[in-house]
């Protein structure tokens, strides 16, 4: 099985990113590239960090009316990535209009509820309910607009791929055993999201900031 650790390249130095990008490659099997890379170094540097030759997931959560959101997704398949994100809350028929404007064999996921969110968020969003029933209500309506799977976190994951089967799911909010937490609120080992039906692992600042990133990907790439 190829490796599902995608490396969250969460930098805002181009030069930086390219050398932990380097660094990691052998212990990793992707990148992440997100808001914070992509408004800083657009597509240039996404095509550099493609370069390295690790498929590329353009994390951007779309987010707006369908017809803005079908624009933007024209207009990166100058990029042809692997994966690319839309913001669920967004509506089905703005999901449905990502999906037919994306580049063909490019996998559409949908954010449900962000990792860095818990209940208490939730309610102060306005909505009733727990992060399961709220993360279930979302992945059901990706699903019914035909995207090829959901952004959660490792603690929803099992619950989501039981009702749909050959959905694709990418977990971040991963944490390695006894590792600081930060701004994540919702979060597991890599190994149980791995064990619960994550596809895709996304795993930024244990690897990144640690002291040796290299030691720290190949530690959480044994325990998978
Ligand atoms: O779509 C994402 O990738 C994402 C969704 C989510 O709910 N939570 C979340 O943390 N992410 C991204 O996953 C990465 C997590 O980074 P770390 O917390 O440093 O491991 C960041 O780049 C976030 O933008």
Redesign the pocket.
């Known amino acids: 099985m190829s490796n599902p650790v995608y490396l969250?390249l969460?930098l805002p130095n181009l030069d930086a990113a390219k050398a932990l990008a380097e660094r990691v490659k052998s212990h990793v099997g992707g990148f992440?590239l997100?808001?914070e890379f992509f408004c800083a170094h657009g597509h240039h540097g996404v095509h550099e960090i493609a370069q390295i030759g690790l498929p590329i997931?353009l994390?951007l959560?779309l987010h707006d009316i369908p017809n803005t959101v079908a624009a933007a997704m024209h207009a990166i398949h100058v990029s042809e990535p692997a994966i690319v994100?839309v913001h669920a809350s967004g509506g089905r028929a703005m999901m449905e209009d990502a999906k037919a404007a994306a580049p063909n064999g490019t996998k559409i996921v949908a954010?449900t509820?962000?990792?860095?969110l818990d209940e208490r968020d939730l309610t102060r969003t306005g909505v009733d309910g727990n992060a399961h029933d709220q993360v279930m209500r979302l992945a059901e309506l990706a699903q019914d607009a035909g995207l090829d799977g959901v952004?959660?976190?490792g603690q929803e994951v099992r619950a989501v791929h039981k009702r749909w089967k050959d959905g694709f799911f990418?977990v971040?909010?991963?944490?390695p055993a006894g590792s600081a937490t930060?701004?994540?609120k919702r979060v597991v080992t890599p190994r149980q999201a791995r064990d619960d039906g994550a596809s895709v692992l996304?795993?930024?600042?244990?690897i990144?900031?640690a002291d040796d990133p290299v030691q720290a990907a190949r530690d959480i790439e044994a325990t998978l």
């Open positions: 969250a969460d992440k997100g808001l997931f994390d959560k994100t954010v509820m962000l990792t860095s952004v959660c976190s990418v971040p909010g991963l944490r930060g701004d994540q996304v795993i930024g600042r244990p990144s900031r």
